[in-house]
């Protein structure tokens, strides 16, 4: 009595699909598929910004070390 049968799943099935009708629920698969979609490439979005990011901050940090050879020579 703990678990269903595939008859009480199917029964359950039946009452969705006449209670919202095919077209509704086939609405609603999409429009969930798209947010799916939307987050996954908003978190790729934000992992690529990310990395531009940590390289300016070494290539920033590389130019503070950066040493003109060429200017100790001359002196």
Known sequence: MGSFSIWHWL???L???MVFGTKKLK?????LGGAVKGFKDGMKDGAADDKPAAQ???DAS?????IDV???TKS
């Open 11 to 13: 029964i359950v099935l």
């Open 15 to 17: 009452i969705v699909v």
């Open 27 to 31: 609405n609603i698969g999409s429009d």
């Open 56 to 58: 300016v901050a070494a």
């Open 62 to 66: 590389a130019e503070k070390t950066t």
């Open 70 to 72: 060429e200017a100790k």
